[in-house]
């Protein structure tokens, strides 16, 4: 089931998440629904808080960024083709290297994109959908498509990484978002009124 992704001003998304367990109800029918929610509005990755869950889960799957960029190499495009994975309760231990800028987006902030910096390298702890627990590092644009999801379990956008002056530049269009005053091909929920939703 395709599930309403949660816009830009709601609360949930600058919240801190908190951890599960096992017996979370219903998990792998979320976990089901966040796979379908976030191929239908063609993400990378998505996060509890934007479906409206305060949770510290969230899935990345990277098979669309190898399927639409005709500049990786054979083994890079079967990286990103093979990378699909759920991460509850993680936890990045550390992060390392030169940090670099690349444009991003996020499903709850649409037709927003900027340059993030971030750290080249992470690695994480995380317990997989089976509740098995796994330390792994990554790198480039794995690491950074978990980064940003991972910020999202801690309350963070990526808007909030923008300098103050790039922050003013999209004040408006933030705005707009939050007051439902734009259209989109999937599924959103604003956190105010609005007589213009889709």
């Not at 599960?20 to 993400?43: H, Q, R, S």
């Amino acid at each position: 089931m395709i599930l309403p992704i949660v816009a830009y001003g709601a609360p949930v998304l600058k919240t801190k998440c908190k951890p599960i367990d096992a017996d979370y109800p219903e998990l792998d029918e979320l976990i089901e629904n966040m796979f379908e929610t976030m191929y239908g509005a063609n993400g990378l990755g998505l996060a509890a808080p934007q479906v409206g869950l305060p949770i510290r889960l969230f899935i990345v799957d990277t098979a669309p960024f190898a399927d639409n960029n005709d500049d990786l190499s054979k083994e890079e495009r079967k990286t990103f083709l093979n990378f699909k994975k759920v991460f509850i309760n993680a936890e990045i231990l550390e992060e390392t290297g030169e940090e670099w800028d690349f444009n991003e987006g996020c499903l709850s902030i649409p037709d927003i994109r900027e340059d993030v910096t971030r750290k080249p390298e992470m690695t994480i702890r995380y317990l997989d959908e089976n509740f098995k627990e796994h330390t792994e590092t990554y790198d480039g644009l794995i690491a950074r498509v978990i980064q940003h999801e991972y910020d999202h379990i801690e309350g963070v956008l990526f808007t909030d990484k923008l300098s103050s002056f790039k922050k003013r530049l999209i004040k408006g269009k933030l705005n707009k978002i939050s007051q439902g005053k734009i259209d989109t091909y999937y599924p959103m929920r604003f956190p105010t009124p609005s007589r213009k939703r889709r």
